[in-house]
């Protein structure tokens, strides 16, 4: 069955670059995402990146997609105290729509 | 606001009651999902709906759980008899259509004494 692993913590100095990493296992999904959570609150989408693709860049953050490993793996550059956050990426089922997320990456910058 | 609201944000229940969530989502998208969020793990679907339609159920609901869109605009998430497990983050997200970006709402967070 379909299976998304995220390591559970990161801790990062402001200003650093943090890189988030994320396993998958079907390897049929079409899209893959990443949603950022602040305490409380619903989920924002931050990014996504179609399977055919390598890279995204949008801003600040870069998306990494090693199809054969089965990677997926999100670079924040320039973190600030603001994105502080527990990160998930997601998987989206193919023919089906439902989204299979991991257990989350907490990320905790400090000063 | 044209986001996914949800309401209310918080219920408190005692087990063995009923309770009911709405989502409105964003206007004009097709589908509408739930999922479940329990403390320290990642969201887990629950159901999905392409206009008034259910489509797909997932087996974590059971028959105390019911799902509703009946003029394919909000829903509403029905759980009879509450049980302690039930306390969760309930999450409502919609789309355009298929393979479309899901957009989540603030969440509904069920706490069963």
């Known amino acids: 069955g379909e299976d998304v692993e995220q390591s559970l913590f990161l801790s990062v100095r402001e200003g650093d670059s943090s890189v988030i990493n994320c396993t998958y296992t079907d390897s049929s999904s079409t899209y893959l995402y990443w949603y950022k959570q602040e305490p409380g609150a619903g989920l924002q989408l931050l990014t996504y990146?179609?399977?055919?693709?390598d890279m995204k860049q949008d801003q600040r953050l870069t998306v990494l997609l090693n199809k054969k490993d089965k990677h997926l793996s999100l670079r924040i550059a320039d973190t600030q105290t603001g994105d502080s956050a527990i990160y998930f990426c997601a998987e989206e089922v193919k023919n089906t729509d439902k989204l299979i997320f991991g257990t989350g990456t907490r990320l905790q910058v400090f000063p | 606001d044209t986001g996914v609201s949800q309401d209310p944000r918080h219920k408190i229940t005692k087990r063995g009651q009923n309770v009911t969530f709405r989502c409105d989502p964003i206007s004009e998208h097709n589908r509408l999902y739930w999922y479940r969020q329990t403390l320290g793990q990642g969201p887990e679907f629950l159901t999905y709906?392409?206009?008034?339609?259910?489509?797909?159920k997932s087996r974590l609901l059971s028959d105390r759980f019911s799902a509703e869109r009946p003029k394919g605009s909000f829903s509403t998430l029905e759980i009879q008899r509450t049980e302690q497990g039930d306390s969760a983050m309930y999450l409502c997200a919609s789309s355009e259509g298929g393979a479309d970006t899901q957009y989540f709402g603030p969440g509904t967070r069920l706490t069963v004494l």
């Open positions: 990146i179609f399977s055919n693709m």
């Open positions: 709906f392409q206009n008034e339609a259910q489509l797909e």
